[in-house]
Structure formats: C-alpha cells, structure tokens
C-alpha cells in the first residue's frame, strides 16, 4: 500500500471538508446557502451542528454553567492538534466548488466572505467561492486572557497544517471580544490561499459560459498583526468584534469588560507587541490568490471586475439599493426589506418573496447604525422585518434589543423583529434556519424577476456603493 509521510496529505487523503471548515463559519455558511440558492431550495436544511448552538436553555443560568455549555458544544466539532497534519485545502477547495449545481454560468463571484455576496450571486445566478475558510482546533490547558501562550500554541499547529499544504497563509485570531470563552478552549486558523486551489481553476474552466466575467470581492479592512513566521501570523482582537486595536491594549476599559465576562482575568493579558504597518485582516484576499485570478481569467479570455470594500455595510447598502432596482425593473414594488444578520440569512426565500436584503456582519453596535443611517437616507419602506443573530456571548460593543427595535421601526406599515432571535438575546444563539422559517411566512412574490446581467450589476454597484467607498474596477 502507497504511505503518505506524516506530515502531509496526498490528494484526496486529507480530512473531509466538512469536517476541517468550523461549523457556523462565513465561508461555509455561504457557499451552503448560495448553492442552495441556485438549486432553487432554501436553507431549511441549515442548522449549525456542533457549533455552540441551541443554548437557550442556559438563557438565564450563571455565567460559568453557560460557558462550560459553549465550549463543551463547540468542543464536539473543533480539530485535535494532531489533525490539523491530515487538512488538505485542495479537499477544501473541491468540497465548496461541488456543492454547486453542475450547469454553466454565466460568472462567478469569488473572494471575501460577505452575506451580500450571496444575493449578489443569487440576483446573477452565479456561484461564489471563498478566496480562504476557517478552522478551529482544540487548545488544551488554554486561557482567554493568554495571547503569547494562544499565538505558541498556534505556532505549532500551523506548522504541521503547512507540512501538507504550502498554498496556505495562516492568520490565527484570538479574540475575546467575538469569540468569548471559546478563544481560552479552541484556537480559530483563518487559512488563505496564496494561490488558485486547482480545483477552482477547474470549476472555472468546466462550468464559466466563454467570455463570462468574475468578479473578486475584497475585503480592504486592515488591522494590526504579528509575523509569526513564513505563513503563519497573529492577530489579537478582529474588525468583526466592533471594537478598536487599541481597545485590546492591556489597559483598556472595554477590554476588562470583554475578559471578565469570558471567564479571564485582565492582569494577564500580554500581547505580543506589533511593530509593523497595519495588515489586511483575516477576511482579506492574499495577495497572490488575486494575482493568480488575474491570471487566469487574462489566459482563458473571462473578464476579470474587482469590488473593494472598505467596509461591509458598504457592499451591504449598494447590493440593498440593486435588489430595489432590480424588483422594480421586474414590475415588484420593491418596498418590502429585510434586515439579515451573521448566519441569519436565506437567498432564496428572498427573491421568492420579492424582498430587498440588507446584512449586518453581526450584532455590534457599528453593524445596526449603519444600516439605521441606510435607512434614514432611502426611500421608505412599507415593511421592515429584522433578524437579530444572538452572539451567544456579552461585549460592550454590542446592540441592544431596542436599538433592532429602532431599525424596524423603519417601516411604515409592519414593523416586524423576530421573536425567537430576540428571546434570550444576547447569550443565545439560533441556526441559520430561523432565517428561513421566518421568511417563508412572506407573503409570495413570483415569479421571481430575470437574472441580473454582470454589467447591470457592476453598474448599480457603482452608482450605489461609490458615496460608501466601495471601489468596482
């Protein structure tokens, strides 16, 4: 029998996908959910197995019963250290491109995770592939207010990821503050591709219509980060958790407050120090991933469109202004919306329903007043249904159930916030099915209008994003 030498994976011989890319992450959960999109199914089918999920029975128990409850769930599903040597990324890269439906396009979005990015896909009736994908990995003996022991821990581990996988750059995040107690119990990898998995360029060649375009979507956001060594760097805290850099210092009120309600205790806090310019932060393409996209499309004669994005509520309000666009042109009103959040979110119940999407990255406070200022700048809607997704975790920087309140309030004759999501917010947490259950309530809106053409959209991207600082090249 052929042997694989410790250390790395022949090809197939890895670790499934399903297995290696953390339950409830944004990669996955967008892939699943825009391919199901273009199946013309919803997300019924998607709860978050093994992610720390259904916890509301522990809504009002005490905070170290709760936190054993989280870590214990997620435990269930997160790699052992030993199998981090047994991940194969082109395994990866074939389990997202063959959950697709094997028809041919007419172009593909690739690149940063965004929820907006898969009803961009759906308006196009296109797929959308991650430029990278995340994975969580046991940390035995760990602490939530231990970075330089987390980032040693990391250390070893990426190094036996990258024995079998060099196309790979490793950005480990440890972050209290969007994680809680589970940065002390797992550590989360945020793999990049520094090239084109094979199995993309192949998904492109067998499945593009001749001269379709792709688009890469790029999150421009940066933050500041430790050189670990080649492939492997470290960054404390994340632009998801709503906070700043510096609200991670060791003095920072905010971060006591993060801490004490992650179980961990502030005296301990001493991260690495970070000398160097601001990076891309974990969502960002590499570098080499875009060039090798460049390439590619250039060989094979596909026109290649970038989306910048300076910030998600930017790609999040100009894909919100092209549905209204879009269902109107359709002969819908276009006057119902729905505020998304984090994994709440269904594609294809949607546009069955003749609704405008609008999604928040998560719960913050950041997260709800843009699409508050969103609202107060378009047109009026005569219905407004929010889906708040609980973090399952308290911060200070997160909003308050009346500050959903005020988004709905928006609209004009149904002000709607989901009752479920709402209950035992914030510490709960609800799968991405509620979203669907939720939406198949909508009244229906068929049939759904045409595909979007490509230069519509990139149009209607430029004339709505361009006051938000999205940049479409």
Same mark, same amino acid.
């Given at each position: 029998?052929?042997?694989?030498?410790?250390?790395? *994976?022949?090809?197939? @011989?890895?670790? =499934?996908? $399903? %297995?290696?890319? !953390? +339950?409830?992450?944004?990669?996955?959960? /967008?892939? &699943?959910?825009?391919?199901?999109?273009?199946?013309?199914?919803?997300?019924?089918?998607?709860?978050?197995?093994?992610?720390?999920?259904?916890?509301?029975?522990?809504?009002?128990?005490?905070?170290?019963?709760?936190?054993?409850?989280?870590?214990?769930?997620?435990?269930?599903?997160?790699?052992?250290?030993?199998?981090?040597?047994?991940?194969?990324?082109?395994?990866?890269?074939?389990?997202?491109?063959?959950?697709?439906?094997?028809?041919?396009?007419?172009?593909?979005?690739?690149?940063?995770?965004?929820?907006?990015?898969?009803?961009?896909?759906?308006?196009?009736?296109?797929?959308?592939?991650?430029?990278?994908?995340?994975? *969580?990995?046991?940390? @035995?003996?760990? =602490?939530? $207010? %231990?970075?330089? !022991? +987390?980032?040693?821990?990391?250390?070893? /581990?990426? &190094?036996?990821?990258?024995?079998?996988?060099?196309?790979?750059?490793?950005?480990?995040?440890?972050?209290?503050?969007?994680?809680?107690?589970?940065?002390?119990?797992?550590?989360?990898?945020?793999?990049?591709?520094?090239?084109?998995?094979?199995?993309?360029?192949?998904?492109?060649?067998?499945?593009?219509?001749?001269?379709?375009?792709?688009?890469?979507?790029?999150?421009?956001?940066?933050?500041?980060?430790?050189?670990?060594?080649?492939?492997?760097?470290?960054?404390?805290?994340?632009?998801?958790?709503?906070?700043?850099?510096?609200?991670?210092?060791?003095?920072?009120?905010?971060?006591?407050?993060?801490?004490?309600?992650?179980?961990?205790?502030?005296?301990?806090? =001493?991260?690495?120090?970070?000398? !160097?310019?601001?990076?891309?932060?974990?969502?960002?393409?590499?570098?080499?991933?875009?060039?090798?996209?460049?390439?590619?499309?250039?060989?094979?004669?596909?026109?290649?469109?970038?989306?910048?994005?300076?910030?998600?509520?930017?790609?999040?309000?100009?894909?919100?202004?092209?549905?209204?666009?879009?269902?109107?042109?359709?002969?819908?009103?276009?006057?119902?919306?729905?505020?998304?959040?984090?994994?709440?979110?269904?594609?294809?119940?949607?546009?069955?329903?003749?609704?405008?999407?609008?999604?928040?990255?998560?719960?913050?406070?950041?997260?709800?007043?843009?699409?508050?200022?969103?609202?107060?700048?378009?047109?009026?809607?005569?219905?407004?249904?929010?889906?708040?997704?609980?973090?399952?975790?308290?911060?200070? =920087?997160?909003?308050?159930?009346?500050?959903?309140?005020?988004?709905?309030?928006?609209?004009?004759?149904?002000?709607?916030?989901?009752?479920?999501?709402?209950?035992?917010?914030?510490?709960?947490?609800?799968?991405?099915?509620?979203?669907?259950?939720?939406?198949?309530?909508?009244?229906?809106?068929?049939?759904?209008?045409?595909?979007?053409?490509?230069?519509?959209?990139?149009?209607?991207?430029?004339?709505?994003?361009?006051?938000?600082?999205?940049?479409?090249?």
């Amino acid at each position: 029998m052929h042997k694989v030498r410790k250390g790395l *994976t022949a090809d197939g @011989a890895g670790l =499934a996908g $399903d %297995r290696v890319v !953390a +339950a409830g992450s944004a990669a996955r959960v /967008l892939v &699943a959910a825009t391919a199901r999109a273009l199946r013309g199914t919803d997300c019924a089918d998607l709860g978050h197995p093994g992610h720390p999920g259904p916890l509301s029975r522990f809504a009002g128990a005490p905070e170290p019963v709760r936190r054993a409850a989280v870590i214990r769930a997620a435990g269930r599903v997160a790699l052992t250290p030993g199998q981090t040597a047994e991940v194969d990324a082109g395994r990866v890269a074939r389990w997202f491109a063959d959950q697709y439906p094997r028809r041919r396009y007419p172009g593909a979005l690739i690149g940063s995770p965004h929820g907006a990015a898969a009803h961009l896909a759906m308006a196009l009736g296109v797929p959308w592939l991650p430029a990278g994908f995340e994975m *969580t990995v046991h940390w @035995a003996q760990g =602490a939530v $207010d %231990r970075p330089q !022991a +987390a980032l040693d821990h990391g250390a070893t /581990l990426t &190094a036996r990821l990258l024995g079998g996988n060099a196309d790979l750059h490793v950005r480990q995040v440890h972050c209290p503050a969007s994680r809680g107690a589970l940065a002390g119990a797992t550590v989360a990898l945020a793999a990049r591709w520094r090239s084109v998995p094979a199995a993309y360029a192949r998904f492109l060649a067998d499945r593009l219509e001749p001269g379709a375009p792709v688009l890469l979507l790029r999150d421009a956001r940066t933050w500041p980060v430790f050189d670990s060594a080649p492939g492997h760097s470290f960054q404390v805290g994340c632009p998801g958790s709503g906070l700043d850099p510096v609200d991670f210092h060791p003095d920072s009120h905010a971060l006591r407050q993060v801490l004490r309600s992650a179980g961990g205790d502030g005296t301990q806090w =001493a991260p690495p120090e970070v000398t !160097a310019p601001p990076e891309p932060a974990e969502h960002g393409v590499d570098s080499g991933f875009e060039a090798g996209v460049r390439e590619w499309t250039g060989r094979h004669g596909h026109p290649l469109h970038r989306v910048l994005v300076p910030r998600p509520e930017a790609l999040s309000a100009a894909t919100a202004d092209l549905y209204r666009r879009w269902l109107r042109a359709a002969g819908k009103t276009g006057d119902r919306l729905v505020v998304e959040c984090g994994r709440l979110l269904d594609p294809w119940q949607v546009v069955r329903a003749g609704m405008v999407p609008y999604w928040c990255e998560n719960a913050t406070r950041r997260s709800v007043e843009a699409v508050e200022w969103w609202l107060a700048g378009s047109e009026p809607f005569s219905s407004v249904d929010v889906l708040p997704e609980p973090p399952g975790l308290r911060s200070p =920087a997160l909003a308050g159930l009346p500050q959903w309140l005020a988004v709905a309030g928006f609209g004009r004759r149904r002000r709607a916030l989901d009752r479920t999501s709402a209950r035992g917010y914030p510490v709960t947490s609800v799968p991405t099915r509620r979203a669907t259950e939720v939406l198949r309530a909508q009244p229906y809106d068929l049939p759904t209008p045409p595909p979007m053409t490509v230069p519509d959209a990139l149009a209607a991207l430029r004339d709505g994003g361009a006051h938000q600082g999205l940049l479409v090249c």
